[in-house]
């Protein structure tokens, strides 16, 4: 029996990525996938990827910022599947790189309201619906190691994840008597589009990404994906309001 | 006035590092300083050097690991003066760098005792003499910056520092409504003579260690004694159970 | 999760240690257990094999450098390789405010619950670094070595001062394929629980009423968190310490 047999599990940012993965690594564990992206195809294509191999899941375009889109998603799920058993608050974009004299407050602007806002808006529908359910239910967050430490360039992606830390403790301590876990993963430099976008504008970007990191590389996202499985299964039944780092030993130094 | 105006405070390791330029920061701002150090030359120059410049302090060679010696200390001082205001727990040593496979048990045993149980023995004897005094006190400990994440070739030095945090934090609850504080401070690399032995005579290694702190340089002794004479101050009189970074944004990364 | 792997575990034989045991068993470890506690010990193998799972029993001090690097030794002689440890031997302190515990009681809490894991991390990567396949490590440490905790200033300096030692071997070796992360245990339903609350319901109904989810845990939830981290899906997770806590670090 899979490790999320028979959960209806959200991953938002589904399309690619670590969503993508997490996606992927849900299904072949049993959990039916609802995949929400922004990008046009929705996640189509993990979709297919999931049931070529046998697996469940269906596909939405959805904005994470738009509160009554999440909201009437998670409506749909319920209805459609009695229950949503976990979500994976994933979707995010990186922001520009400057230092805060040079960052606009367009682009501040635009990486809280996804990376934020898009995670209170996600996390309130989603415990709103769990309160319902006799279950309760598993909830991860995507932060980041820049949700712990600084990050140079990184000011409004860092406030952003910090901020997401701060939604989780504290919504973990609201309604953990509900059964309703609440924990983040916090990735390090992980092999996905997102860091692509960085390294092919800058090459001598990925040396340095590997060489701070003690591991000596950078992750994958099926790493990221194994914690976030774990933390939304019932194995993890006495974790909450946890910042998890999968960053190969970025954060222990 | 000083702002640690006629307190008495005891420092360890004050005849040397960030001990010498605390007991000298004190002195200036109207302490009346206690050295305690087991290098008795360098004491007696403290005391000189202090006294040159219209301040009050006096040198006890203690061993801080010893409860009996401490003890008699605390209660000679608190006896001649009418109370012990402050104790800036700040005696440590290093051990050799290397990683954990070639770490001695020897040095581990050595480490530990200073760092870790002279910081226990210190703080209770500390307390229990403030526990007397109406107006209670405040104790700052020397951990690093290495007692809050990890640092390679140092495990030993790192688990006496991450546990005089623990020591710390613990402390300071229990006597929180005693109006005694306790707190730590967590010095990243400071130019002191512990620092000269860790970089040897190698221009490169403390080029490396400069490079990695944020600010591009090591603190003066004199930058941390000012954030621990401020924990002892009355000025920070809401702060205890903290851990203090003076790192030049070390750790914020 | 951990089929085929040589996993020792100290203080196996009961509470969090012997939860552990006997889940890494289930998921296709071979587990060597390490405790004082011979009795125990004996039937915690005894259980683990009767339920078709494979495990031994040693008796060792975990404080003592030439017991542990004797097991060490024995093990990779007969297994060929160390894949995995638990160092989770400890003891709770004495329950005392700093002015009240004397100083042989905080050596004791603090060679048993600090030494005894430098001492085994050091035998233990030593082994691994021998090996091609590197290995995996978690230490027992607590809520207690990332917090404090009133009455606890012993067993609070000892677990911080895991902390400190997890992540800095986990720094040392991280490109050598060994990992070092640490589980920091809440309030879990063990022999040390029962100790610790001396049968004192107020007690431990006042401490669970601290804890967000608002009970205390099985041996069983702890146990989920080293096994994940013993296992391969946790490959790029190192120099974490990970509450198990029901969100009571959380606030």
């Not at chain 1, 319902?132 to 000011?155: D, F, K, P, R």
């Not at chain 3, 968190?225 to 670090?249: F, I, K």
Request: negative net charge; aromatic residues 6%; proline residues 2%.
């Amino acid at each position: 029996m899979g490790m999320v047999q028979n959960k209806t599990i959200l991953v938002t940012g589904g399309a690619s990525g670590v969503g993508q993965a997490t996606a992927i690594l849900l299904a072949s564990e049993g959990a039916h996938v609802v995949i929400a992206d922004l990008a046009d195809h929705g996640g189509a294509e993990t979709m297919k990827l999931i049931s070529s191999a046998g697996g469940s899941a269906e596909a939405h375009q959805l904005d994470v910022s738009d509160y009554d889109q999440m909201r009437d998603l998670i409506a749909q799920i319920a209805k459609l599947h009695g229950s949503l058993d976990g979500a994976f608050n994933n979707a995010g974009v990186a922001g520009p790189v400057a230092r805060i004299s040079k960052l606009g407050t367009d682009d501040w602007d635009q990486v809280i309201r996804v990376n934020l806002t898009g995670i209170f808006a996600g996390v309130k529908c989603e415990v709103e619906q769990m309160l319902l359910q006799e279950t309760g239910g598993s909830i991860v967050n995507t932060a980041s190691t820049c949700g712990l430490v600084g990050m140079y360039g990184q000011t409004a992606y860092n406030a952003s994840k910090h901020g997401v830390v701060g939604i989780t403790r504290t919504v973990a301590l609201e309604y953990a008597k509900k059964n309703i876990r609440v924990n983040t993963v916090c990735p390090g430099f992980t092999e996905t589009p997102m860091l692509t976008m960085r390294t092919d504008v800058d090459p001598s970007l990925s040396d340095y990404f590997d060489n701070h990191v003690p591991m000596g590389r950078k992750g994958q996202a099926s790493e990221i994906a194994e914690a976030a499985m774990w933390l939304l299964s019932d194995r993890s039944s006495y974790v909450t309001g946890v910042a998890l780092p999968i960053d190969g030993g970025y954060t222990a130094g | 006035m000083g702002i640690v105006q006629d307190k008495t405070i005891i420092v360890t390791g004050g005849a040397s590092g960030i001990g010498q330029a605390a007991s000298k920061l004190f002195a200036t701002e109207g302490a009346q300083v206690i050295i305690v150090d087991l290098q008795e030359e360098a004491g007696n120059e403290t005391v000189d050097q202090i006294a040159f410049t219209g301040g009050k302090a006096e040198y006890h060679s203690v061993d801080v690991t010893n409860y009996d010696q401490f003890k008699a200390l605390v209660e000679d001082v608190a006896g001649r003066y009418g109370s012990l205001d402050g104790a800036f727990n700040n005696a440590g040593i290093e051990a050799p760098s290397s990683k954990i496979v070639r770490q001695s048990l020897e040095d581990w045993s050595k480490v530990i005792k200073v760092n870790m149980t002279g910081v226990f023995v210190c703080v209770k004897c500390e307390v229990e003499q403030m526990l007397l005094q109406k107006q209670g006190g405040s104790i700052v400990n020397t951990a690093s910056v290495a007692g809050l994440i990890g640092v390679q070739g140092a495990s030993t030095y790192n688990a006496s520092k991450h546990g005089v945090i623990g020591i710390t934090k613990t402390v300071a609850l229990e006597y929180a409504k005693k109006k005694i504080r306790v707190n730590a401070v967590c010095p990243g690399s400071t130019d002191t003579a512990m620092l000269k032995r860790l970089t040897g005579a190698s221009q490169e290694f403390t080029d490396y260690l400069n490079s990695v702190v944020a600010m591009g340089r090591a603190a003066k002794p004199s930058e941390i004694a000012e954030a621990v004479l401020w924990l002892l101050s009355d000025r920070s009189s809401y702060v205890t159970g903290i851990a203090l970074p003076v790192d030049g944004g070390y750790t914020a990364a | 999760m951990v089929s085929g792997k040589t996993i020792l575990v100290t203080g196996g034989a009961s509470g969090i240690g012997l939860a552990t045991a006997i889940l890494l068993a289930e998921e296709g470890a071979h587990v060597v257990i390490a405790d004082l506690q011979d009795e125990a010990g004996a039937s915690a193998v005894e259980q683990i094999n009767n339920a078709g799972g494979k495990a031994e029993y040693h008796h060792v001090d975990v404080t003592q450098y030439d017991e542990v690097n004797a097991l060490v030794e024995d093990i990779a002689n007969r297994y060929g390789s160390l894949d995995g440890a638990f160092n989770n031997a400890g003891i709770e302190g004495p329950g005392a405010q700093i002015v009240k515990m004397s100083l042989k009681d905080w050596d004791r809490v603090v060679d048993v619950n600090l030494t005894s894991v430098f001492i085994c991390l050091k035998i233990e990567v030593a082994q691994m670094l021998k090996q091609q396949t590197g290995g995996s490590i978690v230490n027992t440490a607590s809520i207690a070595g990332l917090i404090g905790m009133q009455g606890s200033s012993g067993y609070n300096a000892a677990k911080h001062g895991v902390i400190g030692l997890t992540k800095t071997v986990a720094l040392e070796y991280a490109k050598k394929n060994i990992r070092v992360n640490a589980v920091c245990p809440g309030f879990i339903e063990t022999p040390m629980w029962d100790r610790t609350t001396a049968g004192n319901n107020r007690l431990k109904d006042s401490l669970q009423s601290l804890v967000a989810i608002g009970r205390t845990a099985e041996p069983v939830e702890l146990a989920q968190a080293p096994v994940w981290l013993l296992s391969d899906r946790a490959s790029y997770v190192t120099g974490v310490a990970l509450p198990v806590d029901g969100g009571y670090t959380a606030g």
